[in-house]
Each structure stands twice: as C-alpha cells, then as structure tokens.
C-alpha cells in the first residue's frame, strides 16, 4: 500500500525566508502528485500538479519539483508571507489517491 | 470553473440522529466523487469512492451501511451518517474528479464539520 510521508510536520520561519516542504512516497508507479494548502477549517486548495513524466511546475512563488524514481516531491516557497500560513498537503495518485500527513506552516510577520 | 461545494459546512447533531452531506459539482459533470474524513491534525482519510449510477466502492474498514453514499447524478454526491455517534465528529469532505486539459484532477468541497452530541 501506498504511504506518503511529509517532514518537518510543522515548520516556522520568519517572513522573507524561503523555504522547502518534503514529500515522500513509497510506490513510484504514480500518475501524478499534487500539492495543496488547508486553511483551518477548510477545503483543500490545489496549488501545483506534477505528472509522473514530469520533473517540475512552478506556479508564482512555489515551485514543486518530482523525483519519481526515488519516491520524493519538494514544494519550494519563495520570499515567504504570513498569508502562506496553513497546512500544506501533498497527494500522489496511484489507484487512488494518497494524502501525506501535511506540514503545518507558520510564517512570523 | 471547477467549483464544488458542500452542503452543510456545520451539523451539529444528537447521537443516534442522520445526518445528511450534499457534495455538488457547480459547473462540470462528475461521474466520479471521493468522500474523505478528517480527524484533528490528521491528514484525509478516503472513505469511498462514488460513482455515478453505480454503487459506491468502500475502502476497507468503512462501514458502508453506516455511511450511505449516493450518487444520483452526474453533480450530485450525498453521504449520509446513519444513526451517529460521537465517534463520527469528524470533518468530512468531499472531491469530484474533473477534467484539466487532458488531466484529470479532483477539485476539493469546502469541506463539512460534524459534531455528534
């Protein structure tokens, strides 16, 4: 079975700071991976899709980038701000979808 | 385009009480629906997989005669938690697969939060 796996849980970082959120999946036969934003007591938000053909998508400040053979996504933050606050939540899509545990994001003004 | 909403965002219900959870898809059609459950500080948990005109596929240890899922149309998904308990507070969302270019994709409800008294 599919497990995805997201380091650090939580993360704070000053306002400015870039910063990187793991992903990591155990079964590369993968359609696709998708990252996506929960606000609290909210609905996802999709904010980057990788097909497995692909290595990278860049989407404003994020860029997420795939490394299908060794189980591994990375979703990069640039010039962060407290309205990135939230839990970011990768999925990857097998026979179905998977969620990692998500990465609770804190940025300081 | 691509919304999906859900219907209510709060319940709050007494144990032993239905309760019923409307997931529309507003401007696409959607042969398949997901519903998800969502306990604090946890990630989603698929609890089925519904699709239209057919019976829903449970994953395993979800009772399906608990949580009855219909998919009557091709926007329309409801779950409904038969006589609920306190156990089943949860936040409860669902998806509905849609199409992105030549990708397909789920787009997220909104998202219900249940409270079982």
């Known amino acids: 079975k599919q497990e995805v796996t997201q380091i650090p849980a939580a993360l704070s970082v000053p306002e400015g700071e870039n910063l990187v959120l793991n992903c990591s999946f155990t079964d590369s036969a993968i359609y696709n991976l998708q990252w996506f934003r929960q606000d609290p007591g909210k609905g996802l938000t999709s904010l980057l899709l990788?097909?497995?053909?692909?290595r990278e998508q860049t989407s404003g400040r994020l860029n997420a980038s795939l490394d299908k053979s060794s189980g591994r996504s990375t979703l990069y933050i640039a010039a962060s701000q407290p309205g990135d606050s939230a839990t970011y939540l990768c999925a990857v899509r097998g026979n179905q979808f998977y969620f990692g545990t998500g990465t609770s994001l804190t940025v300081i003004p | 385009g691509a919304v999906v909403s859900q219907h209510p965002s709060r319940v709050i219900c007494k144990s032993g009480t239905s309760v019923k959870i409307e997931c529309r898809s507003l401007?696409?059609?959607?042969?398949?629906m997901f519903w998800y459950r969502q306990f604090p500080k946890q990630s989603l948990m698929l609890m089925a997989t519904?699709?239209?005109?057919?019976?829903?596929?449970?994953e395993q240890g979800v009772e399906k005669d608990k949580f009855l899922i219909n998919h009557a149309s091709l926007t329309l998904s409801t779950l409904t938690v038969t006589s609920a308990h306190p156990e089943d507070s949860s936040f409860y969302i669902c998806?509905?697969?849609?199409?992105?270019?030549?990708?397909?994709?789920?787009?997220f409800g909104p998202g219900t939060r249940l409270t079982v008294l």
């Open positions: 990788i097909q497995s053909s692909q």
């Open positions: 519904s699709n239209e005109g057919s019976k829903a596929t449970y």
């Open positions: 998806s509905a697969l849609g199409t992105s270019g030549d990708t397909d994709t789920q787009y």
């Open positions: 401007d696409f059609q959607a042969t398949t």
